[in-house]
């Protein structure tokens, strides 16, 4: 393959963007050092500078705002591995908003590298001052210029434990400051002071980058080269699965069912709802069927609705949840609210429901049943499914009376009652 590291078009920044700047010589530090382009992981940020992932051959991966870092972490983490590099681009906004990602970053010392382009403003989102803003500059949101000092990125960088931290202009040929960060263990963070055209400089006519730096203060050096012991996983074979300390269930049934099939079940919280179903999943385990289930329920967790989606199949499942069921139940009001949109795009399949419920018009059978009443709020949702078992045979309605007999919870209903049919 083409060992660039850049596709050859041309960049998508505004004229005189320092971000050009950086995706260019960041392409020639990576080549002077050997690089390949499928080693290289870069991980973006929301902002100006993201919109470059598209023009990157390497892997990349765009970030949400400040989590660009905890995502380069996790892959640096996940990958163990010294012959990739990890390169983070982000802004001083997203470095602002990920501060705490950054310094967990350093005081780990992850084996990666992080570019912050410092631009001293929000780029992308109308020209707002970040927390790297320096005193005295001005954005098109902030006319009269940062009245204190932005946080020194590189200070807290090194005082968090990076093993090298730097702070250069963006100016010229900076390829070989980048090749130096991209080139140590553990931890890099490189600061590259720039410029935006757009907002940056039209709110501070005559502008020069050296300058706003000399008057803030800001100091264009290496913070830290130091060679401490980079991130090393706590393990390094692989931990048992977590299926190894359970038991399998047995195959003591059997189904007769060829294809998926789909139940949604719908109620209200606090009613059983998902434990009915975690019961009728154990119990399609056991007639030899493959099953997921799906669990939809409010943050407040014990108001509101509770509704749960099962599929049961003969061959493996690789998903959960479904926008059409086959058979759709519902045993309360919240219930109704929360299923009365996937009512309607059912064409075809059944609806039952409590007969306390309005029958709701559908374009799919609809079977009123007594289930709250014959069973109980809290015994609703075992009933209902019990007698959909019973009704569909997608497998023995006895295997669902056995896991819940067998169960802590089989001596606490009646049984008889529950599964007594009218």
């Excluded at 920044?13 to 950086?22: A, D, E, L, N, P």
């Excluded at 163990?80 to 010392?109: E, P, R, W």
Aim: net charge negative.
């Amino acid at each position: 393959m083409n060992n660039r590291f850049l596709t050859g078009e041309e960049l998508p920044f505004c004229k005189g963007c320092g971000h050009t700047g950086i995706a260019e010589h960041t392409e020639k530090a990576l080549l002077n050092l050997g690089w390949s382009p499928l080693d290289v992981i870069l991980v973006s940020d929301i902002g100006c500078h993201g919109i470059v992932d598209k023009f990157f051959t390497s892997h990349t991966v765009h970030g949400l705002h400040g989590r660009s870092i905890a995502l380069a972490s996790g892959i640096t983490a996940g990958l163990n591995d010294q012959s990739k590099k990890v390169i983070v681009f982000l802004g001083d906004g997203g470095a602002t908003i990920g501060m705490q990602h950054l310094i967990d970053a350093a005081h780990n010392n992850f084996n990666m590298t992080l570019v912050i382009h410092n631009n001293f403003l929000y780029g992308m989102t109308g020209g707002q001052p970040s927390e790297l803003t320096p005193m005295g500059f001005k954005t098109p949101t902030l006319p009269s210029g940062a009245s204190s000092e932005g946080y020194d990125i590189c200070d807290l960088a090194m005082a968090a434990g990076a093993n090298y931290v730097a702070r250069i202009m963006g100016i010229g040929d900076f390829s070989e400051a980048l090749a130096t960060a991209f080139s140590k263990n553990g931890l890099s963070v490189v600061e590259v002071l720039e410029v935006c055209p757009s907002y940056g400089m039209k709110a501070n006519p005559g502008m020069k980058l050296r300058q706003v730096a000399e008057e803030a203060a800001i100091e264009v050096k290496v913070y830290a080269d130091r060679n401490h012991k980079s991130w090393e996983p706590p393990f390094l074979t692989a931990p048992d699965s977590l299926f190894s300390s359970f038991d399998c269930l047995p195959a003591m049934f059997t189904s007769s069912i060829e294809k998926p099939v789909r139940i949604m079940l719908a109620g209200s919280a606090g009613e059983g709802v998902q434990v009915a179903a975690d019961f009728f999943a154990q119990a399609a385990v056991t007639a030899g069927l493959n099953v997921t289930k799906k669990g939809s329920y409010p943050v407040t967790v014990g108001v509101g609705y509770s509704a749960s989606e099962l599929i049961v199949s003969p061959d493996p499942i690789f998903y959960t949840g479904s926008p059409t069921p086959d058979a759709l139940i519902i045993l309360s009001n919240d219930g109704l609210s929360f299923a009365r949109n996937t009512a309607s795009r059912m064409e075809n399949g059944e609806i039952f429901i409590d007969a306390s419920l309005p029958v709701m018009n559908a374009a799919v059978s609809v079977i009123p049943i007594d289930f709250r009443n014959q069973a109980g709020p809290r015994n609703a949702a075992f009933y209902a499914l019990f007698r959909y078992l019973t009704h569909s045979g997608i497998f023995p309605a006895e295997a669902m009376k056995k896991m819940i007999g067998e169960s802590k919870l089989g001596a606490k209903i009646n049984m008889e009652k529950l599964f007594q049919l009218p």
